[in-house]
């Protein structure tokens, strides 16, 4: 869903799976850290869908030296800064199978959700409060998008 919102309204991005046959695309086969990439700034975008009281962004992965020690503390793993350019969380108030892209998306570029107490990692999850404060301050998915590709000196298509 989010995929077929970013196509409509921003630009042309990929899943994982998708980008296995691109040309000139440097594929992670273990599929790991961001869910859509804009292939044309590299852009690597995070997608969560999460009810409840807050967006958790710890995850399960297969122990390995890089999940041991700090990324690892509590028993799952959190993400290292890096993995992806920016989270879209869809955080629906009731469940349902589609998403109201003015209500229900919450736009983060990464930058926001680095854990100054473990440099390095992305903290285990956002809160309510903090929430509301980056919904305030990130309030056009599209306009976010925009401003952090050209951050990274992407040009347009």
């Known amino acids: 869903l989010v995929q ?7 630009k042309k991005v990929y899943r994982q799976e998708e980008l296995k046959n691109m040309e000139g695309i440097d594929n992670d086969h273990n599929e790991s850290g961001f869910d859509l990439l804009e292939p044309i700034s590299g852009l690597k975008i995070q997608v969560k869908y ?3 009281n807050n967006i958790h962004l710890e995850q ?4 390995s030296t890089k999940n041991q020690g ?7 793993v959190v993400y290292s800064s890096g993995e992806f350019d920016v989270l879209l969380a869809i955080r629906p108030t009731e469940f349902r199978y ?5 209500k229900d998306l919450v736009i983060i ?13 992305l903290k285990k999850s956002v809160g309510l409060i903090q929430e509301r404060n980056l919904r305030e ?3 056009n998915v599209v306009d976010v998008l925009n401003a952090l ?3 990274m000196g992407a040009k347009d298509e």
């Not at 077929?4 to 921003?10: A, D, E, I, Q, V």
Request: charged content about 40%.
């Open 137 to 139: 301050k990130y309030k």
């Open 70 to 76: 700090k990324a690892s503390e509590s028993g799952h």
């Open 149 to 151: 590709v050209e951050k």
């Open 60 to 63: 399960t992965r297969r122990s």
């Open 4 to 10: 077929n919102y970013l196509n409509k309204n921003w």
């Open 50 to 52: 999460r009810g409840g």
């Open 98 to 102: 589609d998403f109201d892209p003015e």
């Open 109 to 121: 570029p990464e930058y926001e959700l680095h854990d100054p107490a473990k440099p390095g990692f």
